[in-house]
T-cell receptor, first 114, second 114 residues
């Protein structure tokens, strides 16, 4: 079956530090990959996505590259801000039965200190 | 844009009580989903629907029922609430097509069962 493994948190950083959150996946087909972000008290929002091998998704200074050879989709940001404090979820979408369902990682809590 | 709206936002129930969570989306999406979020476990799919009048079981369906009588609404019911159902519940929807279409999430319902 499909699964997503994320780097465990929590992660605490200082402002302007470099952030990496590791994500690896197992899938039977050719999944699309996503990073979602959840700010306190809110639902999940799509941060970025990649739909095929070697695609790079980017948004708000975050980037992730779909690496088929290493089955990875690591999230990076070069200089974090306090406003980036949130929970980050890696997810894959693959066909299962009659729908493309999302499989989520456990989430990584990131706290950025001023 | 309202997007995905969940009601209520918070609820406390006693063991054995019943209740219905409502999800409404105004994006004319075909697919709708109910998840529960528990610490350290990411999001787990309870039930989903691939169109009006259809429902299907997800990963953790026991103790829940759903209905999709109208395309824009997806209801999640707890017939006899148990403390193990204390969780944050998220509804999501997405457009049709392939798995590269992201899901759009509501802000969640925080449910406590005493």
């Amino acid at each position: 079956g499909n699964s997503v493994t994320q780097m465990e948190g929590p992660v605490t950083l200082s402002e302007e530090a470099f952030l990496t959150i590791n994500c690896t996946y197992t899938a039977t087909g050719y999944p699309s990959l996503f990073w979602y972000v959840q700010y306190p008290g809110e639902g999940l929002q799509l941060l970025l996505k990649a739909t095929k091998a070697d695609d790079k998704g980017s948004n708000k200074g975050f980037e992730a590259t779909y690496r088929k050879e290493t089955t990875s989709f690591h999230l990076e940001k070069g200089s974090v801000q306090v406003s980036d404090s949130a929970v980050y979820f890696c997810a894959l979408s693959d066909l299962s039965e009659n729908d493309y369902k999302l499989s989520f990682g456990a989430g990584t809590t990131v706290t950025v200190r001023a | 844009n309202a997007g995905v709206t969940q009601t209520p936002k918070f609820r406390v129930l006693k063991t054995g009580q019943s209740m219905t969570l409502l999800c409404a989306q105004d994006m004319n999406h075909e697919y709708m989903y109910w998840y529960r979020q528990d610490p350290g476990m990411g999001l787990r799919l309870i039930h989903y629907s691939v169109g009006e009048g259809t429902t299907a079981k997800g990963e953790v369906p026991d103790g829940y029922n759903v209905s999709r009588l109208k395309k824009q609404n997806f209801l999640l019911g707890l017939e006899s609430a148990a403390p193990s159902q204390t969780s944050v519940y998220f509804c999501a929807s997405r457009n049709g097509g392939f798995g590269n279409q992201p899901q759009h999430f509501g802000d969640g319902t925080r449910l406590s069962i005493l």
